[in-house]
């Protein structure tokens, strides 16, 4: 299982820690994960992914599982959140809207 988040494809970052007298040593920096479930308006289901704490604000800011999806790139998501992405469109264009 990769260090990515499933939505927004946060990874690992490099870099150095750097001491007082300039001494520089490699580190990994890694996002914070989390495994939460998420629950689909459209579906009617929940969803367990594995996404980054700071992608879960982004989520709600966006509306919920389902806006943020349809908002987001695919080339960002993973396989399965691209499946559920496919799934979330396939069905929000079946139901007309009641105006």
């Known amino acids: ?20 007298s300039n001494h520089k040593t490699k580190t990994r920096f890694l996002p914070n994960l989390c495994s ?23 989520v709600e800011h966006r ?8 908002k987001a790139r695919e080339t960002e998501l993973s396989q399965n959140a691209r499946i559920l992405r496919r799934e979330i469109v396939k069905k929000t264009a079946e139901v007309p809207s009641a105006a």
């Open 1 to 20: 299982m990769s260090r990515r988040c499933e939505l927004t494809g946060k990874a690992v970052q490099s870099g150095h820690l750097v001491s007082h």
């Open 36 to 58: 939460v479930t998420l629950i689909s308006d459209a579906l009617g289901r929940s969803v367990r992914l594995r996404v980054a704490a700071a992608s879960l604000r982004s």
């Open 63 to 70: 509306g919920g599982l389902d806006a943020f999806l349809i």
